[in-house]
């Protein structure tokens, strides 16, 4: 039976997915060596903010997955605005094909200092209930511009030594006070289990200024968080408008990727679709 070169194509590909070969690494005899096969669709990658960690993300990421996107769910090392977005840079780096960046609260300041100067590669920016500092700016002094902001009253800092005898200070949520600052609209027993697994952020961090703006260049979309009491709702609308962002805004607490998933998942994909 005569075989034609498509139909010999596409049985090679059949085995070497069966096997679990690199499908760009096959070659018909006598066939010129094509380019690697991309994605489809963008890659998304999700950056936790503070008080939080990757598993925050979950909701969003399963539907994310159901829609057919790659994610990669970071994680945030919440040590400071350069070091933070140097590992995420490091991440986007190993990743095949066009990225959307998306970042939670202190996320938001991490994603526009990592994807300044990756234009070609970050095809857009994602703001959920997050900080889109200017040069200059820091998520401390941000919060602190606009009223509305109870987080002060609810943290407790717990010193700690460096190796070599340097001194941190790492920020926490109380306990007691984590549901009603950080997730009022989730259920309290998932509330409970998130504010025992919540992961600091070095006091610094949040007072580090910001030395690149990549919403400046790249085009972003924000979701503004309404009942939030760590990022005012005036310095979200403030730093969305500032941007040019195709803006959302929802009823909902700071932790809004858990108490509303699809709400997230539906702008990060607005976003993806973009991406050509």
């Known amino acids: 039976m005569r075989i034609t070169l498509l139909s010999r194509r596409s049985a090679l590909l059949g085995v070497t997915a069966a096997v679990g070969l690199s499908v760009a690494a096959v070659t018909l005899p006598g066939a010129t060596s094509a380019a690697p096969l991309r994605p489809e669709r963008p890659t998304i990658v999700l950056e936790h903010g503070a008080f939080a960690d990757a598993a925050s993300w979950d909701g969003v990421v399963a539907r994310l997955q159901r829609a057919g996107y790659p994610v990669v769910s970071a994680a945030n090392p919440l040590r400071g605005t350069a070091t933070d977005a140097a590992y995420l840079r490091s991440v986007v780096a190993h990743i095949d ?6 970042g939670h609260s202190y996320g938001g300041t991490v994603i526009s200092q990592a994807a300044a100067g990756l234009e070609g590669k970050v095809k ?3 703001y959920i209930a997050a900080f889109l500092p200017d040069i200059g700016e820091s998520s401390l002094g941000l919060t602190n511009k606009f009223p509305g902001s109870t987080l002060g009253q609810a943290i407790e800092s717990v010193n700690y030594t460096l190796p070599g005898g340097g001194q941190g200070a790492d920020v926490y949520i109380k306990a007691d006070k984590f549901r009603g600052q950080f997730a009022a609209d989730v259920p ?8 025992a697994g919540q992961r600091p952020i070095a006091a610094a961090a949040l007072e580090e200024k910001s030395t690149k703006a990549a919403w400046k260049t790249i085009r972003s979309w924000s979701l503004v968080t309404t009942e939030d009491l760590n990022i005012p709702v005036s310095a979200q609308r403030y730093m969305s408008a500032r941007a040019g962002a195709h803006t959302t805004v929802i009823d909902a607490s700071h932790a809004v990727p858990v108490s509303h998933p699809d709400a997230v998942a539906r702008i990060v994909e607005r976003a993806a679709r973009t991406v050509r």
């Open 188 to 195: 309290a027993d998932k509330a409970r289990l998130m504010a």
């Open 97 to 102: 094909g066009p990225v959307v960046l998306v």
């Open 124 to 126: 857009a920016l994602v």
